[in-house]
């Protein structure tokens, strides 16, 4: 009814335009033609790729060239293949046909009927072949150039057991599970890897190692042998618990401490007209789901061999996060049955269909004009709508649990309930935003994309697509339902897409399509009592008062990238690690663990696992470099050590030999059991002082060399987050190309000890100084 009712002003404008034709009425026997075409189109897709991820590694083909071979055999056997066409003959005979069925039909159903279950057996075979293949990790643990001849030979194999053609899920069934790494490995790595934090209180940590030898000997092999029971049933033993207890129980608010952003280019826009770029960034975006819903996206591989699980993909559209008293649960609306987006601009949101009447995706010129027309129309309601007319999205930012009960107190039924459900079954929530970040603000811009200002963003909902009104970009993504790689991946896309050509009317012939026949922009209508009006500027205020207590510092680091940091023989990764452990250790004083997220969707249904990098080499590594007396040549040999002890951490954690899952998942079946561990409580309940990520980056393959210039000022600075814990900081980086490294620093302004300013301008300083290393070798040498 809300939407009827603000459909009648809207219209009457809208349609007076001549620049499009409006959807016909239900009883046009056109709209009922093409929606039954509509119909059988998305059965076609459902099935086909139904039957293609269900027959891979096979395919039809093979099983038609089998029943072809088995016919020609029976028809024209070979001398050495005479027994077997009889025994075909004779099993063709046998078949309970009626009586006066010709023996050449019985021949042929004998063949198919063998052919299907010769191809059953190959299938099967293929699958779990490659399954098994898939679980070597030897791969990984040797250099790409050196690789032993076992794991040569291991790639050829799983290119012949492969199918060709893959499509987005096609991998799915064929990948192996993760498996429960050994209770007494996971409690070894886990009191090596606190070591440094204990360096002064031996006794302590003299008490946690006898706590941990009673935990192995009593209540731990209770929980793990639960455990490996759910990892023999279960997709995987422990992605299911970490989305339901670690995000959907959360009930912090989404902004800050759960949500993170994902930024564009660095340095260029395409254009600077902000309905434009949205209206190309939407279009773009709309391709990536249809590639999605059709699986025509390529599934992503590492080296053209080893996929990945690509099971995040989806819910990346149509997916909101709904609140929940104690827990929150994701609607996801059905991917091809949802057709709009909800957008915000000024205050006033709409609906906008992005398909015209036969489903096909309305022209960038097209959703141009729509976005056009909503800039003018929410100019109308400025001066008419109050604060909390404006700031309903606000309500997203409280804590979950208070917005619940706003939510069915005041969204249950009526006009609120179905501007509410139009909202949450978009496609996403797209903002034009009245803000303008020039290139170098890099950290308002992000800042901005992380919280917004408290109305516009829509924190449910799977992304935000933010567009500011100089046409830069980027978005804001809920968590719980995928790991940054996902969205990036689909940010990547469109990045690509920008950077050749198209849909900017100044650089080449815009694409359109036949139809302009679709339904215009529809005003959403709330109905805000007193107590709702308290209830949204209460919201706004706890929001802006976290927004306040945020320090967000980005930052390009151009004096040198990856490409020097590899001249070095090390790990880019490591090596900048290594640098945040040196930082934090001149800042604070101290050590601090640290947490690196991983991923491992090497595994069915993969998602992170923590690399814990303050090392006992890291910890001997910064605390040498911050002393004048260690040389130079020691300080190299230490980090180069902490580096290679850091790879292998980071690749045990990829490999699903990890600590913090196992004992997050051991914690969970404790109290699933009803059984207290105060160890667990103990070792889980330490701090993640500091709190890391690299963004990924470039995981098209199609995609340029971003080292190139041509390219420089076109890479992203990827995205960030906020700090984990209190008084410590979040810190994510992104080396896109040889030559630049992008770091994301937060903390909270309320703590005296964090300072992301100082801390950024001491890892710059740190960097220096690491490079100092080698270039007074280089010297020395020379």
């Known amino acids: 009814m809300a939407e009827a009712r603000s459909a009648v002003s809207v219209e009457q404008e809208f349609h007076s335009k001549k620049h499009h034709e409006p959807m016909e009425q239900a009883n046009d026997w056109t709209v009922i033609y093409t929606t039954w075409i509509r119909l059988l189109k998305r059965r076609y897709y459902r099935t086909r790729n139904l039957i293609r991820n269900g027959l891979w590694p096979t395919s039809l083909w093979n099983l038609a060239v089998v029943v072809l071979a088995l016919t020609c055999i029976q028809q024209f056997p070979f001398s050495f293949m005479v027994s077997f066409a009889e025994a075909l003959t004779a099993f063709a005979e046998m078949l309970p046909l009626p009586a006066g069925v010709p023996l050449l039909i019985r021949e042929m159903a004998a063949s198919f009927l063998c052919g299907l279950s010769f191809f ?23 250099p790409p150039r050196k690789q032993s001849a076992v794991t040569l030979a291991w790639g050829v194999l799983v290119r012949l057991v492969t199918g060709s053609h893959p499509t987005l899920f096609s991998y799915q069934r064929s990948l192996p599970r993760l498996s429960v790494p050994p209770l007494k490995d996971t409690l ?33 092999p209770k929980l793990q042998n639960a455990l490996v029971l759910k990892s023999w049933w279960a997709p995987n033993y422990v992605s299911d618990w970490w989305q339901k207890y670690v995000y959907l129980m959360g009930r912090s608010p989404l902004p800050i401490n759960s949500n993170y952003y994902i930024m564009d280019q660095c340095n260029w826009t395409p254009t600077t007209s902000q309905t434009t770029r949205a209206a190309a960034v939407l279009y773009q975006i709309m391709l990536v789901k249809q ?27 149509c997916t909101t996060r709904i609140p929940g008293e104690e827990i929150d649960t994701l609607l996801h609306q059905e991917i091809l049955d949802s057709r709009h987006v909800a957008v915000y601009c000024k205050g006033v949101m709409y609906k906008v269909n992005v398909y015209d009447h036969q489903r096909r995706i309305l022209a960038p010129q097209t959703l141009e004009q729509m976005l056009d027309w909503i800039v003018k129309d929410a100019e109308n309601y400025q001066e008419e709508y109050t604060e909390e007319q404006k700031s309903i999205a606000a309500l997203t930012s409280l804590d979950r649990t208070s917005w619940w009960r706003v939510r069915k107190e005041h969204f249950g039924s009526g006009i609120n309930k179905e501007s509410l ?40 909902k799977s992304f935000n697509l933010v567009v500011f009104e100089n046409g830069k970009m980027g978005i804001n993504c809920e968590h719980s339902h995928a790991d940054a790689p996902a969205l990036g991946h689909m940010m990547e896309y469109n990045m690509l897409q920008e950077a050749y050509t198209i849909h900017y009317p100044d650089r080449v012939t815009p694409v359109t399509n036949a139809s302009t026949k679709y339904q215009p922009p ?60 040196v930082t934090y250790l001149k800042n604070a004083g101290k050590q601090a663990l640290t947490y690196e997220a991983s991923m491992t969707r090497l595994y069915l249904h993969g998602r992170t696992e923590t690399v814990r990098s303050l090392s006992v080499e890291a910890a001997a590594f910064a605390k040498a470099f911050v002393d004048k007396t260690v040389s130079a040549k020691e300080k190299q040999r230490l980090l180069k050590k902490a580096c290679e002890n850091h790879q292998i951490l980071y690749k045990d954690a990829m490999n699903g030999k990890g600590i913090d899952r196992h004992l997050f998942a051991l914690y969970v079946v404790s109290r699933g059991l009803n059984v207290e561990s105060e160890f667990l409580k103990k070792v889980l309940s330490i701090p993640w002082t500091l709190s890391t990520s690299q963004q990924p980056q470039q995981q098209i393959a199609s995609a340029p060399d971003c080292s190139h210039p041509d390219f420089n000022d076109m890479v992203s600075p990827g995205g960030g987050f906020g700090p984990v814990s209190d008084d410590g900081y979040g810190v994510s980086y992104m080396l896109p190309n040889d030559q630049r490294i992008f770091f994301h620093v937060s903390s909270k302004r309320s703590q005296p000890a964090t300072d992301s300013s100082k801390f950024m301008a001491q890892l710059f300083q740190t960097l220096k100084e690491m490079r100092e290393l080698f270039d007074e070798q280089s010297s020395t040498q020379a």
Not at 208 to 217: C, D, R, S
Not at 294 to 317: D, G, H, W
Not at 448 to 459: A, T
Not at 554 to 564: E, I, P, R, T, V
Request: proline letters at 3%; glycine letters at 4%; aromatic letters at 10%.
């Open 120 to 142: 059953i057996i190959v299938l099967h075979l293929r699958r779990y072949l490659l399954r098994m293949l898939l679980a070597y990790r030897g791969w990984m643990y040797e």
């Open 188 to 220: 070894n790595k886990l009191l090596v890897s606190l070591k440094p934090l204990y360096i002064d209180h031996e006794d302590e940590f003299t008490k946690l190692k006898v706590e941990a030898a009673e935990f192995e000997k009593t209540l731990g």
């Open 291 to 317: 590639m999605i819903e059709r699986q025509s996206m390529e599934p992503l591989v590492i080296r053209k061999t080893i996929p990945i699980c690509m099971a995040q993909y989806e819910n990346i559209f």
């Open 421 to 460: 459900d139009t909202v949450e079954s978009a496609i996403f929530f797209v903002v034009l935003d009245s803000n303008s970040f020039p290139h170098h603000a890099l950290s308002g811009r992000g800042s901005y994309l992380l919280h917004g200002d408290g109305r516009c963003l829509w924190f449910d």
């Open 522 to 581: 529809i005003r959403l209508i709330w109905e805000i009592g007193p107590v709702l009006r308290a209830q949204i500027l209460r919201a706004l205020s706890c929001h802006q008062q976290n927004i306040e207590n945020l320090d967000l510092v980005l930052a390009d680091h151009n004096s040198f990238g990856k490409g020097f940091i590899k001249t070095c023989k090390v790990s880019p990764d490591a090596f900048i690690q290594m640098a945040l452990q």
